[in-house]
């Protein structure tokens, strides 16, 4: 038992240090509407953790959300801590996963939907 004990602390400690590293992550809200997204270019910081939540504003179908390398956007190279943790319906969001992306160009979209690709600059 007592050697239990500090197995069951420092799983504790690993779990809080995730919490608090998702905690840290900034929020990108977009929202979908029938063929599009409202934000057209994403300018984001390399390195630094993001989530994406995206919104369903009146698809009358359900919808998702993908990032990729602009130019590579064969599901192959789909960046799949982006994937929504559900598609959405009208009228509900759903957030990704925690996302850190290096420098470079992406795009993002809804095969879904479907919409334009987006730029996401990362600098």
Not at 33 to 60: I, M, Q, R, S
Not at 69 to 76: N, V, W
């Amino acid at each position: 038992m007592k050697k239990l004990i500090p197995s069951i602390i420092l799983g504790l400690l690993f779990i809080s240090s995730i919490a608090s590293f998702a905690q840290e992550a900034k929020t990108i809200k977009l929202e979908q509407t029938p063929g599009e997204f409202e934000t057209t270019e994403l300018t984001l910081k390399a390195g630094e953790p993001y989530v994406f939540e995206v919104a369903n504003k009146g698809v009358d179908h359900k919808v998702g959300f993908v990032v990729a390398p602009e130019g590579k956007t064969d599901q192959a190279n789909h960046i799949s801590n982006a994937y929504l943790a559900k598609t959405i319906k009208n009228g509900e969001s759903a957030q990704s996963k925690v996302v850190t992306l290096e420098k470079g160009e992406y795009v993002y979209f809804c095969p879904l939907n479907p919409t334009p690709q987006y730029k996401i600059i990362v600098e």
